[in-house]
């Protein structure tokens, strides 16, 4: 199993910026495509940002577009979510974990970590 932490989180003015960060332990998440995902009250958690294992490639959902921006850092099995001109509907827990095609062919990332909170004032 992967254990997963995240930090980072905390609240903020419409137009600020915050950067997440996720560190795995147990097993290392650095040959694994890993995403940031969130989950606002009332709603279904949903997939913000994936990032391939070696960090070549990225991808954000269509929301957060041009302003959160995902890196990662393999020798210190450290993930990371940039966000920009953050906004009142960015408020939500952030978790990491495997993209979810990982996550569907293994269990490591069974576990969730606690997350942390974004709460973004308007």
């Known amino acids: 199993q992967v254990q997963l932490v995240e930090t980072g989180g905390g609240l903020v003015q419409a137009g600020g910026s915050l950067r997440l960060s996720c560190a795995a332990s147990g097993r290392t998440s650095s040959t694994y495509d890993m995403g940031w995902f969130r989950q606002a009250p009332g709603k279904e958690r949903e997939l913000v940002a994936a990032?391939?294992?070696?960090?070549?490639?990225?991808n954000v959902a269509h929301s957060v577009k041009g302003r959160f921006t995902m890196s990662r850092d393999n020798a210190k099995n450290t993930l990371y979510l940039r966000m920009n001109s953050l906004k009142p509907e960015d408020t939500a827990v952030y978790y990491c974990?495997?993209?979810?095609?990982?996550?569907?062919?293994?269990?490591?990332?069974?576990?969730w970590g606690q997350g942390t909170q974004v709460t973004v004032s308007s």
């Open positions: 974990n495997a993209d979810p095609i990982t996550r569907a062919t293994t269990t490591l990332f069974d576990s």
């Open positions: 990032i391939t294992s070696t960090g070549g490639s990225t």
